[in-house]
């Protein structure tokens, strides 16, 4: 236990210390980019094909999904990921960035075994929480 206490001790001299404040900055003017492009999306699909808001919305959402699975394919949406911190992993994106990867990664186990499956041990904690937190607002609004 003590050599665990000293080795951990000697390699914290050696880590650098994270910039906090500039990964702050960053991911919070990323995020707004990035928001600010779906309310441009948003914005252009209700302009151009004459629809209502709501179906805007979803085509918007749909339009970063395949955005993030496109770039996950390809391989560029870790870099991205990277250097924009927070800003680009709590949104929709990172979410459909998770998935693509675990499918991805597990391919050559098969569509069952491997791609569905792990598709859903990364995604199940996120569809189970969303749901219950879903409940238990739906039930305060109906109370109030």
């Not at 800003?87 to 979410?95: C, P, R, S």
């Not at 491997?114 to 607002?137: E, P, Q, R, S, W």
Request: glycine content about 12%; proline content about 2%.
């Amino acid at each position: 236990m003590k050599l665990k206490e000293n080795y951990q001790q000697a390699v914290k001299v050696f880590q650098p210390k994270p910039p906090y404040v500039l990964n702050g900055i960053k991911a919070f003017f990323i995020g707004g980019l990035l928001c600010l492009a779906g309310e441009a999306l948003q914005k252009g699909y209700v302009f151009l094909f004459d629809m209502s808001l709501l179906e805007a919305q979803h085509l918007m959402l749909l339009t970063f999904i395949f955005l993030a699975i496109v770039l996950t394919g390809i391989g560029t949406y870790d870099s991205f990921s990277q250097f924009a911190g927070a800003g680009a992993t709590i949104l929709i994106t990172g979410f459909a960035n998770a998935l693509a990867s675990a499918a991805l990664e597990h391919r050559s186990e098969g569509w069952i075994t491997g791609v569905a499956n792990h598709m859903f041990k990364i995604g199940g904690a996120v569809i189970v929480y969303g749901i219950v937190v879903a409940y238990l607002f739906g039930t305060i609004h109906l109370i109030f």
